[in-house]
């Protein structure tokens, strides 16, 4: 067999025994829950019959038992703003440290369900990430603080204030030194309330660093532009975007405002068929790398070379002074010089970007975006971003300063040392020793346990605040439900601490009234302004910085930076996941259980090793070398760098530089709740750079296999319509250079699958509206907040790992990354996969009870009380995007049983009270045994269908968006109605990009998907990766036939083009 | 609830004895002016005026004579002051009317000014006024199609004539088991031993048919009827009548529930929703009524609100339970009908705490049904599924509420097809209706039968 050009894992590409024997099934063979035991069973005739009586007798009992008496309770006074039934939307900020989304809270009967964008916001455009779409979830942590603690027990406010009070006042009056350590904090207010407590204590000074340090950028704008602040990159300006190892996509200071600009320039349309070109060069294989046009792997001793040679390819070009030594020597360095003439073609519209946390290399990336000119269009330093103002240099001495004992009083601010400082024992030793330590997180941490006073913070849905992510851009927080637990604001807690008896609340529109009031101009009263700010949640204005532009020594840089690099052995790089980032929640079971957007693996850390290094050392096999662990179940190693040691599972990870690990931050946590108990802590491993600053990649690492056998809880072959892919349509793609010439470039099959479509069923009528969807591949980037959003939106229940290595994952919406191209540097297409609501459904036909029908609108109905649990409808869908619950997920109505005849399942403890709280009431809880599937949010049609009769008006277009649709930033999604011929989900099916997936079996779905369009050149790698996708159709193998609408009467022998002409004869 | 339904009908008894008087009095049907100030006067002054006892203002029983005694002034009669007064009472005052200075301080909150009215809206409340309340057991609200009872009779005639054939099936069967021995006998064959009836294998077979028939039909039927209620008629905390309120003062249903308008749910309203009316309405009016007293004292002792004093108590969850518990006692001691000590306690039990009414109508959790789409999309009677409430002294579930009893409305009930711009969209369907291929949209047609309209 030719060897495939979209694969999703290695195990497909090199079609492994176990992979090829599962692919083509929608289970696998067993039911892991029972064993083999049960299949081989023989139940007898008797045992059918007892377990027939006691079906019939518990029926019986069940029968005679009353019904339940219902309370109804209403208000006593019913608050003006609350309709029971109908949802309020408030708009607040998702803040954590430096991450930052506007959003608006849903509210159902006074309790926050669901996070939705901001289209209001000039930064994330109404967009969300993953984060931001959890950090509901985050509220009902049960887990959570509870209330004040002094010595570990629990005390009062009163106490807890009177006790500190005194410390710090002994404190001050020895003269001694006092430290508030914290997150990069965004907010005025409480960077003012902070100033309110340092004017009591002077003594104190204000601390912040990031667990993912910026430092070095931040030191670099300083030495070039006397602003010791993170630039405002505009994407959307840049027509050559060269990315040094910055994941801006996934994780680098603010990806989805980043996604949203870059977003602009990668979609095209016939009219305008330019876009953006996208050069990645990195040590792993990040979100941004798969998705940029070319990808030049490194290792990460060899990002500074990268930098340099990149610099000097320019100067060249552009006669600058050039720095001397640094040579890349890597086979993708010819990629460079290719960006070089790119860079240099675009001069002032063009970004150079950095993730390094040298301050030197970024020093170099400041000097070459002067040379191109990009400061003042493609970088603003004016409105600045705040994202990221932690300090290392800062951090390091008040490390120093606490394990000497200096520091008499220390505050801790969301943040979490006792975690995220590599080799902290000293100062996890020192901590007890400080006179008075206060830990004001949210959350539990690590650090916690070792301070003598919790004062925990609000959930941030629960207080009031403000955030400033952008100079001039300004957004408020508001609570949208009262505090479910004993805790007090930080800020309110800061200004009680010096003696300030205020209400947060008075102390934030106190703050505005002085000092953000008068920035703004239009609104002459202050009550007005703070109200339409409030409604609004973000406000902007015009600020003026001074920015002193300094001449960068490139050549000094160069030299500095080139002392910085460490090299030789093995290299680890330590990254953050796009959900889980710094650590702060792991314990959230949404972001744990969303598919990493490029390993697919849910619930772990883990190594990931580049192909040729795991055939090198033999990690290519399982354990015991019968399997090759491209896969699921793999080996473990122990990994070694600096001393420290932790075993991980070792992935496969096409794209990873050679003799290079990657291993994400954010695991191993200790003090968490119960879902963030998984994976390995690797901050350990980061090292420094000669000037303190953090690196992230270690060098002279060593493995030792273990020998052990790991199963990852990955996802990326589950559901696989892989038989066949690359003969099908599943994913196309094309160049801009083709598309320009040709807009259905990569096309060109569906015109000829249209003309053979032919049915023996009738059609459907749709006398109404036709809901369909379309997605554009060119806008997806795989971030995975569409799937967040979908769980939240549609009660999807978390399943744990356990469950998804028995590939029984409940969600609704997967993102299948197609990888293609080179093994060792590949690229790859995100393809938003959920139920296609087939006009022509396979799964309709097989259900016994027709609980799957069609519905007038289009839609593929699922009624789960109609549900017997055949499974046939999942064996039968060709998209794989059918859901079983195997068990009762969310305990809505589990025995209290124990053993077999135990229903509930709840490996982290999502059924309490407290957890439930989340649930959309408008959506069913799903129980045992049912099958489960995308309704295209049919909640949010009903309601704006109601809305539209209600208020006696047509439906507009956009009046109905689809959770995922609203949750994405870059608006790859679009769903309306196709019956009206201008929404703009019709107007993306007529594009020559559209095309539907496997649609030559006829299954008619009602997802559009447009073709991807790269801006490479060569053609020749093109041509590798897209051989057939631009061919005609070939007729399939019996085999083909198989896995996708084989035993369908109605898809039959279609998907075989000439087969269909004899039956044209019968319509 | 026997107990209850004895105590409604002597509490009807009662309340017939009481307005025997009243409707001797008026016995002359209300004329069209009455019944037009009938309106205005309940729309612009009930809020705070009643007829035979104070409010916030006076009683207004025989306001006419009094002004017409007393308030001459000017050469102008008693009763135009009172017209002026109506409109804008400062009017009056400024004059110098002395009868309007005296009463310009009756309470401390100031007559609402009523501009709008006109001479003929005053004339017609005045005649309203003087007529006294209309029919106060007159009759009920708008009622919805309700199912027609089957005719009693019919039913007797089939059974007996059931029975008839079945006696005339044995007469026969007997006769021909007769005539058959005679036969044998004269034949002179050996007449085989008569079998009793229940040893018959035609019988057996039969009765076990019939067994089978009965078990089966009653499985199907008691599990169909799990779950639901029809006819559910719990005790609720407080004797709530919707015939006295919906029916009798003919109050609004959507004026208490006013989310069945714009949500989901039809909410029970909250206690501030009942304090509009009660605040006034203290059943302690010496002439009507019976357990009124008793049964709105709950809702005051829940919102905290002090009867005496007609005011709400202050910062009422901090306020000393003994203190409160002092007041509604000694505000019970006085009722009409001597409250017991167990009536006082649930008064008692009642205090600072949300009232936790009974849920009547209980849909499965797998069914999504939105109110709005019937009430204000719909235009749907609350009547139509809920029954007569109107008429009901004590709330029951009137409608089975099964999905059978829903699919067969969406079957038959019409849409708004032409007269919501919303139905535009379905364009097919105006052409169809354009060229006589159909005649009505009903619900079903735009796809009200589909499973994922109420499960999702």
């Known amino acids: ?1067 | 609830m026997n107990v209850t339904r004895y105590s409604y009908l002597s509490f009807l008894l009662l309340f017939a004895l009481m307005v025997a008087p009243g409707l001797v009095r008026a016995q002359d049907a209300p004329s069209e002016q009455v019944l037009a100030g009938e309106k205005l006067y309940k729309s612009n002054c009930a809020s705070c005026h009643k007829l035979n006892a104070k409010l916030i203002g006076p009683a207004l029983e025989g306001v006419e004579s009094r002004w017409a005694e007393q308030a001459d002034h000017d050469g102008i009669s008693g009763r135009e002051w009172l017209k002026r007064w109506i409109k804008n009472w400062q009017d009056p005052v400024n004059a110098g009317n002395p009868y309007a200075v005296s009463m310009q301080n009756y309470d401390a909150s100031a007559m609402t000014q009523f501009p709008a009215l006109q001479d003929a809206d005053l004339e017609n409340i005045l005649a309203y006024i003087a007529y006294g309340p209309i029919g106060s057991t007159g009759p009920t609200g708008p009622t919805g199609p309700l199912e027609t009872a089957e005719n009693p009779y019919t039913a007797y005639m089939l059974w007996g004539l059931l029975i008839l054939l079945v006696v005339v099936a044995l007469v026969l069967l007997r006769v021909s088991n007769l005539l058959n021995r005679l036969v044998l006998e004269k034949a002179g064959e050996e007449i085989p031993a008569p079998v009793p009836f229940w040893k018959n294998k035609k019988f057996r077979a039969a009765l076990t048919l019939l067994i089978v028939i009965y078990i089966g039909n009653a499985t199907v039927t008691g599990a169909i009827d799990l779950g639901r209620q029809q006819g559910y008629m719990p005790e609720q905390p407080i004797k709530f009548s919707h015939e006295l309120h919906a029916g009798i003062n003919k109050i609004n249903c959507q004026y208490c529930h006013s989310s069945a308008a714009e949500s989901k749910h039809s909410n029970i309203p909250s206690t501030n929703v009942c304090m509009n009316c009660h605040k006034g309405i203290k059943g302690d009016d010496p002439k009507n009524g019976k357990y009124g007293k008793l049964e709105i004292s709950k809702i005051y002792a829940a919102i905290g609100f002090n009867p005496f004093s007609g005011q709400y108590f202050e910062d009422y969850a901090n306020q000393e339970k003994s203190y409160i518990d002092s007041i509604f006692t000694v505000w019970l001691s006085d009722s009409k009908v001597k409250a017991t000590d167990k009536d006082v306690e649930a008064v008692l039990a009642q205090v600072n705490k949300p009232i936790e009414w009974t849920r009547i109508h209980n849909l499965p959790d797998h069914v999504y049904f939105n109110h709005s789409q019937h009430v204000t999309a719909g235009g749907i009677e609350c009547q139509t599924c809920h029954g007569p409430v109107e008429t009901m002294e004590e709330l029951y579930q009137f409608s089975p509420l099964s999905m059978g009893w829903c699919i067969n409305c969406h079957r038959e009930t019409e849409v708004k097809f032409n007269q919501n711009p919303y139905y535009e969209t379905f364009q097919v369907y105006h052409e169809r209706m354009k060229e006589g291929e159909m005649k009505n949209v009903t619900v079903e047609k735009i796809g009200g039968l589909e499973c994922q309209k109420c499960h999702y």
């Open chain 1, 1 to 1067: 067999m030719a060897e495939q050009q979209f694969w999703k894992g290695l195990d497909e590409k090199f079609h492994e025994p176990e992979f090829m024997q599962q692919a083509g099934k929608e289970f696998p063979d067993e039911l892991p829950g029972f064993g083999a035991k049960l299949q081989q069973a023989n139940t007898s005739r008797r045992d059918f019959l007892k377990v027939l009586g006691f079906s019939v007798g518990a029926a019986t009992i069940a029968a005679g038992c009353e019904m339940p008496v219902q309370k109804s309770i209403p208000y006593l006074v019913k608050p003006d703003e609350i309709t029971p039934g109908v949802a309020n939307y408030y708009a607040s900020s998702y803040v954590d440290g430096g991450n930052y989304c506007s959003v608006l809270v849903k509210t159902r009967e006074g309790r926050p369900i669901k996070i939705e964008g901001n289209s209001q916001s000039q930064i994330t455009f109404g967009g969300t990430d993953a984060a931001a779409q959890a950090s509901v979830l985050s509220l009902y942590d049960m887990y959570r603080p509870r209330g004040p603690v002094a010595n570990k027990k629990a005390t009062d406010w009163a106490e807890l204030d009177k006790a500190v009070v005194e410390k710090l006042q002994a404190i001050k009056a020895a003269g001694g030194s006092i430290r508030i350590l914290s997150s990069t904090i965004i907010s005025p207010s409480l960077k003012a309330a902070i100033a309110k407590f340092i004017e009591q204590y002077p003594g104190t000074e204000l601390v912040q660093y990031d667990a993912v340090s910026y430092s070095g950028l931040l030191d670099a704008n300083e030495q070039s532009f006397g602003l010791r602040v993170v630039p405002n990159y505009r994407f959307e300006k840049a027509k050559v975007v060269v990315s040094l190892g910055a994941d801006f996509l996934g994780t680098w200071i603010s990806p989805t405002e980043y996604a949203y600009n870059y977003g602009l320039t990668r979609k095209v349309s016939k009219e305008n068929p330019t876009m953006s070109r996208h050069y990645q060069v990195e040590s792993y294989a990040s979100l941004t790398g798969l998705n940029a046009d070319i990808r030049v792997p490194v290792k990460p001793s060899e990002e500074t070379a990268a930098a340099i040679t990149l610099y000097n390819l320019v100067a060249s070009k552009l006669g600058g002074q050039s720095i001397s030594g640094g040579k890349l020597e890597s086979a993708y360095a010819e990629s460079l010089k290719e960006a070089a003439s790119d860079l240099a073609g675009a001069k002032g519209a063009s970004l150079v970007v950095s993730g390094s946390n040298d301050v030197n290399v970024q020093l170099i990336v400041n000097a070459l975006n002067q040379m191109l000119g990009n400061y003042g269009t493609t970088i603003d330093l004016n409105e600045y971003s705040n994202l990221r103002q932690g300090n290392d240099t800062a951090y390091n001495k008040l490390v120093a300063d606490v394990e000497a004992g200096a520091i008499k009083g220390l505050l801790l601010l969301n943040c979490n040392p006792a975690y995220n400082l590599p080799q902290g024992d000293k100062f996890i030793d020192a901590l007890s020793k400080v006179e008075l330590t206060v830990s004001l997180n949210d959350k539990q941490t690590e650090t916690d346990t070792l301070c003598q006073f919790l004062a925990p913070d609000h959930h941030y849905l629960e207080s009031w605040g403000d955030a400033e992510p952008r100079n001039g851009h300004i957004s408020i927080i508001q609570p949208t439900i009262d505090p479910l637990f004993n805790t007090r604001s930080a800020g309110e807690s800061l200004l009680k601490f010096a003696g300030i008896d205020q209400s947060y609340y008075d102390f934030v529109r106190e703050n505005w009234n002085t000092n953000i009031f008068p920035k703004q101009v239009g609104l002459t009263t202050f009550g007005h302004f703070w109200d339409r700010s409030v409604h609004d949640g973000v406000l902007t204005y015009t600020p003026t910085t001074t920015v002193t532009e300094a001449t960068i020594d490139v050549a000094a840089a160069g030299a500095a930076a080139l002392k910085n690099v460490k090299s030789g052995g093995l290299e680890v790089v330590m990254y953050e996941k796009t959900a889980i980032g710094d650590g702060k929640n792991t314990d959230n079971p949404w972001l744990q259980e969303l598919p990493d957007p490029v390993s697919k693996i849910t619930w772990d850390n883990y190594a990931c090793v580049s192909l040729k290094y795991a055939e090198a050392n033999g990690l290519d096999y399982t354990a015991d070398r019968t399997k090759k662990s491209y896969g699921r179940t793999v080996q473990t190693v122990k990994l070694k760098v600096n001393g420290a040691e932790v075993v991980l599972p070792v992935h496969i990870q096409p794209g990873m530089p050679d003799n290079t690990i990657a291993v994400a931050l954010g695991y191993g946590r200790e003090v968490v709740g119960k879902a963030g108990e998984v994976g390995q802590n690797v901050y350990p491993f980061i090292t420094k750079y000669n000037n303190g600053g953090q690196s992230r990649y270690a060098t002279d690492a060593s493995i030792e296999v273990t020998g052990n056998d790991y199963k990852l809880g990955q996802t990326q072959t589950h559901f696989s319509v892989s038989d066949g892919l690359n003969q099908r349509g599943i994913v196309k793609t094309t160049t801009l250079e083709e598309y320009a010439h040709d807009p259905a470039a990569g096309n060109h099959d569906r015109a000829h699958v249209k003309e053979h479509l032919n049915t023996l069923y009738g059609y459907h009528e749709f006398p109404g509206h036709k809901w369909g969807m379309g997605i554009d591949l060119n806008a997806c980037f795989g971030c995975g907040a569409c799937v967040v959003a979908c769980n939240a939106e549609n009660n999807i229940p978390v399943v744990g790992k356990k469950e998804i290595t028995l590939y029984r994952e409940m969600h609704w919406l997967r993102i299948d990354r197609y990888y293609f191209g080179d093994v060792d540097n590949p690229s790859a297409v995100f393809q938003p996969m959920m139920c296609q609501h087939c006009d022509n459904a396979p799964c309709e036909n097989v259900c016994p009870v027709s609980a799957t029908n069609h519905s007038t609108e289009g839609l593929n109905q699922m009624a789960y009380n109609r549900c017997i649990g055949t499974r046939y409808c999942a064996n039968n869908c060709p998209y794989k995007v059918r859901r079983f619950n195997w068990f009762d997920y969310w305990g809505a109505d589990s025995f209290t049983l124990t053993g077999a005849l135990e229903n509930n399942y709840d490996p982290h403890e999502m059924t309490g009270d407290l957890t439930r709280m989340v649930l959309n009431p408008d959506v069913t809880v799903r129980s045992r045994g049912v099958m489960e599937k995308c309704s295209f949010c049919v909640q949010r049609i009903q309601e704006g269908k109601l809305n539209a009769k209600k208020q006696g008006r047509k439906l507009k277009d956009g009046d109905i968006k689809t959770a995922c649709q609203s949750a994405c930033v870059t608006g790859a999604i679009v769903f309306g109605d196709v019956n009206n011929p201008e929404s703009a989900a019709t107007v993306m099916s007529d594009n020559e990009r559209a095309f539907k997936v496997i649609e030559e079996i006829h299954t008619l779905p009602s997802i559009s998907y447009l073709t991807k369009v790269r801006n490479i050149s060569d053609k020749d790698q093109l041509k590798a990766v897209n051989l057939l996708s631009d061919n005609e159709m070939h007729p399939l193998g019996a085999d083909a036939h198989h896995n996708a609408g084989g035993h369908d009467a109605a898809g039959g022998d279609h998907s075989a083009p000439h087969d269909n002409h004899v039956e044209e004869g019968h319509h």
